[in-house]
């Protein structure tokens, strides 16, 4: 850090989030508005609220419906009551009372673990052995096959209900 004074990134960070003008002090005009917000903190429920807010940036002054209108993906995720009245109206989304927000987890030991119970690897596949084998997926892509998915999904289950799977692993 030779070529960095020590106060610079210390006092721009400090004034980002002051503003919440995120970019240069000196452009001004440039920089992204309102990026960073002070929490609030008059109630809990409107702190969780506050914290379940999303915004779409685009202009308030604009007459489109669809960037207001909630989508039919959006059931469940989006509260359909809660949005601020005026310029705002539908711009500012908040996500639903029993919607959370996933990390997600690592697919290599959900492989592996299906790999010892039986799980035959796509690249080792010959369709003609199987032609009715089931397709595995994990994440969206194909990982192998398998001869009895029944088992395979039971196995999983009784895994995951014994929290060695992370409870955020979805069978379908």
């Not at 503003?19 to 002090?25: E, V």
């Not at 359909?80 to 639903?96: D, M, Y």
Request: charged letters at 20%.
């Amino acid at each position: 850090a030779v070529g960095i004074k020590p106060g610079t990134l210390s006092n721009g960070l400090k004034y980002s989030l002051a503003t919440g003008n995120w970019g240069d002090q000196k452009k001004a005009m440039s920089s992204t508005a309102g990026v960073s917000q002070v929490l609030n903190r008059y109630t809990f429920a409107s702190t969780l609220s506050h914290l379940r807010r999303t915004n779409t940036p685009i202009g308030r002054d604009g007459k489109l419906a669809k960037p207001r209108q909630l989508h039919n993906t959006h059931w469940g995720l989006v509260c359909p009551a809660e949005t601020p009245e005026g310029q705002a109206c539908g711009l500012v989304k908040n996500l639903s009372l029993m919607c959370y927000v996933s990390v997600g987890s690592p697919s290599e030991p959900l492989i592996e673990f299906m790999i010892n119970r039986g799980m035959e690897v796509v690249e080792e596949y010959e369709p003609l052995r199987y032609p009715h084998a089931t397709k595995i997926f994990v994440n969206g892509v194909w990982v192998g096959i398998h001869q009895d998915p029944k088992h395979l999904v039971n196995q999983v289950l009784d895994t995951r209900r014994k929290s060695y799977l992370q409870y955020e692993v979805s069978l379908i």
